[in-house]
């Protein structure tokens, strides 16, 4: 009766998770099969089939523009993040001094407010200094996005390190910059790169708050998307996520790869 009962259990378990997983994953499906539909608007299912808004993506310009902004940035916003973000990890798990607690929660106030509530208060303090419509400008805002987020998971990953590890290494002769280097760098390696991830996703995909302080030259590519499907309705945005989609899941399959998806998550 046990056995039984076991097996209906399991049995009932899979189903919520193989259900859990197309619920998640029914849009991307849909998006794909759009991506190849001949029609020039927007149908489902589709009745031709065509690679042409692949070859118009490659194509467009503006698209391409975007593209080659979102990376910049992205790099930018992310080495930029881990450097600010890991000292402030450092002082914040390292020391104990007053006003540590108001200074987590400082780092942390940016993820607490609505985007266009940000994005508004970035407006108006980029525009009194000029930096509205520059590459400065965009990363001073994005960085309010991804910082906190690097210094949340090198906390956790600089809290599951023995203390004592670096004592030892300061007690035999290495200096500050060496006992980092050494010690406590490549113990922290998994939270430096889920924090590196984090950063650069955000930073690549932020629309609402990129759409305040972005100009002529600077246009990320969520916000060329935002304007292009305002007044377009061709699947050439679907084959354009179709694109990101790949490009994602050979990213996480580079970090598998090199440091295992479940360590880099587990101790980010």
């Known amino acids: 009766m046990r056995s039984l009962s076991e097996l209906i259990y399991r049995t009932l378990a899979g189903i919520v998770v193989v259900c859990s997983y197309l619920f998640l994953l029914a849009p991307l499906l849909v ?12 149908e489902f ?3 031709d089939w065509t690679l042409r808004w692949y070859a ?8 391409l523009e975007g593209l080659r902004v979102s990376l910049l940035l992205g790099l930018i916003v992310t080495v930029v993040s881990l450097v600010a973000g890991v000292t402030a990890a450092l002082a914040l798990t390292r020391h104990r001094f007053r006003g ?21 208060a970035l407006l108006l303090v980029l525009g009194q200094v000029g930096l509205v419509g520059t590459y400065p400008g965009l990363v001073v805002a994005h960085l309010g996005l991804t910082i906190p987020y690097v210094v949340r998971t090198v906390m956790m990953s600089l809290e599951a390190v023995d203390p004592s590890c670096e004592q030892a290494a300061r007690t035999l002769g290495a200096g500050p910059v060496t006992t980092f280097r050494r010690i406590t760098l490549p113990l922290i390696t998994p939270g430096l790169v889920a924090g590196a991830v984090l950063s650069f996703i955000i930073s690549f995909d932020e629309a609402v708050v990129s759409l305040f302080v972005v100009g002529t030259g600077t246009t990320t590519l969520p916000v060329v998307v935002f304007r292009y499907v305002s007044n377009n309705t061709d699947p050439q945005v679907a084959a354009l996520s179709v694109v990101l989609i790949v490009f ?3 990213a996480v399959a580079l970090i598998e790869r090199a440091l295992g998806l479940k360590r880099v998550l587990s101790k980010g």
Request: glycine share 8%; hydrophobic share 55%; aromatic share 8%.
């Open 100 to 120: 540590r607690d108001a200074v987590i929660g400082l780092f942390t106030s940016p993820l607490l407010l609505p985007s266009v509530v940000l994005g508004l």
């Open 56 to 63: 118009d993506l490659a194509a467009n310009g503006e698209f």
């Open 31 to 42: 998006v794909f099969v759009l991506s190849f539909g001949a029609s020039p608007n927007l």
């Open 248 to 250: 994602s899941l050979a």
């Open 45 to 47: 299912p589709p009745k």
